[in-house]
DNA sequence: CATTAACTACGAAACTTTTCGTAAGAGTGT
DNA sequence: ACACTCTTACGAAAAGTTTCGTAGTTAATG
């Protein structure tokens, strides 16, 4: 049974993993021009990210095609959890609350977010008792 | 005008500044000793450490007595600020509400910390009137 | 005043991450 | 078959981070 670590995507992995979640599987070409919207980047530098991302199985790919097609290998939520806690712990000193108190104070939450939050609020208590 | 750039410490840069923040201004044997609770860590490791993060402004040091005493030149509430913003962009394209909901998910924030945050969210409401 | 202990300074090795140049394969058109 | 283009593979340079050994300084102690 293969073991399952935890991903620790860099901050270039993250990048491109943000690319392929907001994308859809994509060919080294689509990613890189999606790159070098945000900043200059060599096409091979893409490529090797892509490639050693394939290897610690950030990616999978799909290698029918001439041009292979790359897909992120985990899903967004876990990754957010992940960095999540890693932040909770080395700077909030593993308080949430102040970490909601600062996201929400250095925020504009519309309308409707502070609606949807509120109520997630309310349904912890509720399922507290 | 001397420049203010964003602090972007390092990991184990921000490992160094939690022991600052919590224990106040310490000397290298103290920082170290901190350290090597959790890892061993040898003394002129932390204390080069300490002396790069001089060189960077991360902490300002008194140089009286024998022994330099270290003190955190960044206030945590900056630091987490600055890496919450990161975050929220790299790894929740922006969206403060999906960060907050899943850090109230994932954690379990007593009765007292969901008080505080529901008034906070109160205060943002009426504000926006 | 020599020895030892507690420090600082600093270069450089070890590691990690990012960038890129070059080679080679595969498909296309002449 | 040849040249041209698009693509992958891969080694290795470049850049950034972390760790540590060694040398030198200061202060205290016999």
Redesign the interface.
């Known amino acids: 049974m293969a073991k399952k670590l935890t991903p620790r995507p860099t901050?270039s992995e993250?990048?491109i993993l943000?690319i392929l979640w907001?994308n859809g599987a994509s060919t080294v070409k689509a990613v890189n021009e999606k790159l070098n919207e945000k900043k200059e980047s060599g096409y091979t530098t893409t490529l090797k990210m892509l490639q050693i991302m394939y290897e610690k199985n950030l990616v999978v790919r799909d290698e029918n095609e001439r041009s292979h097609v790359y897909k992120a290998a985990i899903k967004?939520?876990e990754?957010?959890?992940v960095?999540?806690?890693k932040?909770?712990t080395?700077?909030?000193?593993g308080s949430?609350?102040?970490?909601?108190?600062?996201?929400?104070?250095?925020?504009q939450?519309?309308?409707e977010?502070?609606k949807?939050?509120?109520e997630?609020?309310n349904q912890?208590?509720r399922d507290?008792k």
């Open positions: 901050d993250l990048e943000r907001e967004q939520d990754i957010q959890k960095l999540l806690d932040l909770l080395t700077a909030f000193s949430a609350a102040n970490l909601v108190m600062q996201a929400l104070g250095n925020s939450p519309s309308k977010e502070l949807k939050i509120k997630l609020l912890i208590e507290r």
